[in-house]
């Protein structure tokens, strides 16, 4: 049996419920990204063109800071990553998760929650911050709280 680790990124909260469900299901370790400076309700209006989260996905190569404390990916062997999409891709505050870390030989299957679109490139802008690691297109985990739909969903990988 594998070892699991759950790891996600939650701007509002809702990525958050379906990744403490996720890892409860997978019988998995937990995770949170961590900015430096949280996100604040304002930081996230896509229709501003000025706020901060628009501000990091026009730009690609930004990487917001996070709080690195205790985990060692050497110790897992697949990483179900979850995150909410923005602008059909992850937040650039993955891309900085994925380059603080070693995941050579890593399976990395994405969950996301999202309004109204799929993961789009999501994979794509990903694949460049943990170029040795199997990263797979998961599921969209839209209001999924039922165990063992999560539970079938970690058991395929």
Not at 6 to 16: E, I, Q
Not at 48 to 75: C, F, Q, W, Y
Not at 88 to 103: Q, R, S
Not at 114 to 143: C, H, M, Q, R, T
Request: no cysteine.
């Amino acid at each position: 049996m594998s070892k699991k680790l759950v790891v996600y990124f939650s701007a509002s909260g809702v990525t958050a419920k379906i990744a403490k469900d996720l890892a409860s299901a997978a019988e998995a370790d937990l995770y949170e990204i961590k900015p430096v400076v949280p996100y604040k309700k304002e930081d996230l209006d896509w229709t501003d063109k000025n706020s901060r989260s628009s501000v990091e996905m026009r730009d690609k190569s930004h990487r917001p800071l996070i709080e690195v404390i205790g985990v060692n990916t050497a110790d897992y062997d697949v990483i179900f990553l979850g995150f909410p999409i923005w602008w059909y891709i992850a937040p650039t505050i993955v891309n900085t998760f994925l380059e603080a870390f070693d995941f050579s030989g890593k399976k990395i299957v994405l969950f996301a929650t999202s309004g109204s679109s799929g993961f789009g490139k999501a994979v794509e802008y990903l694949k460049p911050s943990a170029p040795d690691a199997e990263i797979i297109e998961g599921e969209i985990l839209n209001g999924i709280y039922d165990l063992n739909k999560l539970r079938e969903f970690a058991d395929k990988y």
